[in-house]
């Protein structure tokens, strides 16, 4: 079955850095689009960035400029480097593959900055 663990979220203050990371098994990682949502307390979820099979990404403009989605497909894994870190930046950080008409999610990762 689909499985996406997350990690690296953590408490960073204003201007920090943070790598999110999400390993991926039980699917052809390599051929898959993969993203990173977040979810901040009493809003929706949103698209932070996506990243396609051949390496094209796209960005929400909030964070564009300051996050770089990257993939490895040898570790089946996907990264969110986070840069200039802001408080409404502060949210959980989902791991998502589309896959077969649905969605997939890992558990999730907090992130936390403060002012």
């Known amino acids: 079955q689909v499985q996406l663990v997350e990690s690296g979220g953590g408490l960073v203050q204003a201007g920090g850095s943070l790598r999110l990371s999400c390993a991926a098994s039980?699917?052809?990682?390599?051929?898959?689009?993969m993203g990173w949502y977040r979810q901040a307390p009493g809003k929706r979820r949103e698209l932070v960035a996506r990243?396609?099979?051949?390496?094209?990404?796209n960005y929400a403009d909030s964070v564009q400029g300051r996050f770089t989605i990257s993939r490895d497909n040898a570790k089946n894994t996907v990264y969110l480097q986070m840069y200039s870190l802001k408080p409404e930046d502060t949210a959980v950080y989902y791991c998502?593959?589309?896959?077969?008409?649905?969605?997939?999610w890992g558990q999730g990762t907090q992130v936390s900055v403060s002012s």
């Open positions: 039980g699917i052809i990682f390599s051929i898959n689009a």
């Open positions: 990243i396609t099979s051949g390496g094209s990404t």
């Open positions: 998502n593959v589309p896959r077969k008409g649905r969605d997939f």
